[in-house]
């Protein structure tokens, strides 16, 4: 019974959300609601204040979980860094303009024995979203 109530109450919030009409803010900018419910996202403008800026270096965090020191190393794009058995690439990176709150986002590339082990984005405010997982090394990017 109380299963099915929460459910029920779970069901009808969303119903309620998404069924009642986005309304505009009084600042021009719109809801993500507003964004989500229209169906062109294509020529839809960014949610953000501005577009982020693409650099080319970034500093990331390295983590030797067996001594448990921790290094810092600044990589540039496309041009690989040896850190023990890991190799580190980074292959593209970007940064919130100064308008918007401080994030860099990096897409690296963690190669293991010249096998690919890991590529993704990496967020220096969020270092969970994509975790690098390893037995030896924790990377995170910094700020």
């Known amino acids: 019974m109380i299963k099915t109530s929460v459910v029920s109450l779970a069901t009808l919030l969303t119903v309620a959300l998404f069924a009642a009409p986005a309304k505009k803010k009084e600042d021009g900018k719109r809801s993500i609601k507003e964004i989500v419910q229209n169906e062109d996202f294509e020529e839809e403008p960014s949610i953000w204040d501005s577009?982020?800026?693409?650099?080319?270096?970034?500093?990331?965090?390295?983590?030797?979980?067996?001594s448990g020191k921790v290094y810092r190393e600044k990589i540039k794009l496309n041009q690989p860094k040896v850190f023990g058995s890991i190799e580190l690439t980074l292959k593209r990176c970007f940064k919130n303009s100064p308008e918007d709150d401080k994030e860099i986002a990096a897409f690296i590339e963690i190669?293991?024995?010249?096998r690919t082990i890991f590529a993704n984005w990496?967020?220096?405010?969020?270092?969970?979203?994509?975790?690098?997982?390893?037995?030896?090394?924790?990377?995170?990017?910094?700020?």
């Open 111 to 114: 190669k293991e024995n010249e």
């Open 51 to 66: 577009e982020p800026i693409e650099i080319d270096d970034a500093t990331v965090q390295i983590l030797d979980k067996v």
């Open 122 to 143: 990496l967020f220096a405010s969020s270092p969970s979203i994509n975790l690098f997982s390893h037995p030896l090394y924790d990377v995170r990017v910094e700020f």
